[in-house]
């Protein structure tokens, strides 16, 4: 369990503040009715706070789902921004879209709820209300709740409980499946901006050309030290920088997934058909999860992303670091 530092006290007391202003800045909804029975748990993507990429948020909803199925309430997702959830993802076993009447912002009958960044979920373990809680959280606490309260519940099938794919990008799973046309591999390189060709908040991008060329071929090299390892079974590259994408899938046996990625949390408009955008996100996430083994590959100056960690979590697929 992460240590209850001063650090952790100091962010719960400001999160505590950012709730009472969050409260206040609602008065003017104070008519609004009770909520109906049934959705007394909701997590917010409004984009009123940061939510992070798609990793966090998936994080921030499992966490939620945890605690309300621990305790028999009813669990919901409001995620707007910057798309609906359900343009991606429909409901699985469990039907967490809000329905008319069971939304409400009258502090009478809401709680406030921010927890972004809050690993030791301290918190949340205590908290305990009759109003509808307003869940703003970006951190996986589940092992902190099945501690706190004995249960076992696992990352992956509480996942596959909540979501299933949309029929658009089911179809586009069924294509991708079948073009590759064989139990496949996966290896995952996150360079952020350092090719110059991904604009996530304020990272900047290699200056150097001979340097990002030598970048880039340290990491084909060890893509193909993988293939070697993998016996030459398909591999599923994916990468947040579009020219290393496209370098890879001049190797043999490489397979990715065409179109451009944003990270939803990093700031500034998206060009181009935002529906499209998104979806490569999603598509990149379930097809990693459905693979033999994923490896995170890079160097020092990478970023060991969690997207392909959780990614296998939903089927429990081995998943490897290796540092070049």
């Not at 918190?123 to 092992?143: M, P, S, V, W």
């Not at 397979?255 to 060009?271: D, E, L, N, R, S």
């Not at 160097?299 to 979590?313: G, I, N, R, V």
């Amino acid at each position: 369990m992460a240590k209850y530092t001063l650090r952790y006290r100091w962010l719960d007391l400001r999160h505590t503040l950012q709730e009472y202003g969050m409260a206040l800045t609602r008065l003017r909804w104070r008519y609004e009715p009770a909520p109906v029975k049934g959705a007394d748990a909701v997590v917010c993507v409004d984009g009123r706070q940061y939510h992070g990429g798609l990793c966090d948020r998936f994080k921030g909803i499992i966490t939620l789902y945890a605690y309300c199925k621990q305790r028999g309430l009813g669990f919901r997702i409001k995620h707007e921004h910057p798309f609906p959830l359900e343009d991606y993802l429909v409901p699985a076993a469990y039907d967490w879209l809000l329905k008319p009447g069971e939304w409400t912002t009258n502090i009478r009958y809401c709680r406030f709820f921010h927890a972004c960044g809050e690993a030791y979920a301290g918190r949340l373990r205590k908290l305990d209300t009759a109003k509808q809680i307003h869940y703003d959280g970006n951190r996986d606490n589940l092992e902190h709740l099945n501690e706190d309260k004995g249960t076992n519940y696992k990352w992956g099938d509480l996942f596959l409980e909540l979501f299933r794919p949309a029929p658009d990008m089911a179809a586009r799973l069924e294509k991708l499946k079948a073009e590759i046309g064989a139990p496949y591999h996966a290896s995952v390189f996150r360079f952020q901006n350092l090719l110059g060709d991904f604009r996530e908040y304020r990272y900047k991008a290699i200056e150097s050309e001979k340097a990002r060329e030598e970048l880039i071929s340290k990491c084909l090299n060890a893509l193909k030290k993988r293939m070697e390892d993998c016996s030459g079974s398909p591999m599923l590259v994916t990468s947040d920088s579009v020219a290393f994408l496209e370098r890879s899938a001049r190797i043999s046996g490489v397979c990715i997934i065409p179109g451009t990625v944003a990270h939803m949390g990093g700031g500034g408009k998206v060009a181009g058909n935002s529906y499209e955008v998104y979806m490569k996100s999603f598509l990149d996430f379930h097809m990693l999860s459905e693979a033999e083994s994923i490896a995170c590959i890079g160097t020092s100056e990478m970023y060991p992303s969690a997207f392909p960690a959780y990614a296998a979590l939903i089927h429990e697929r081995p998943f490897v670091r290796i540092s070049i």
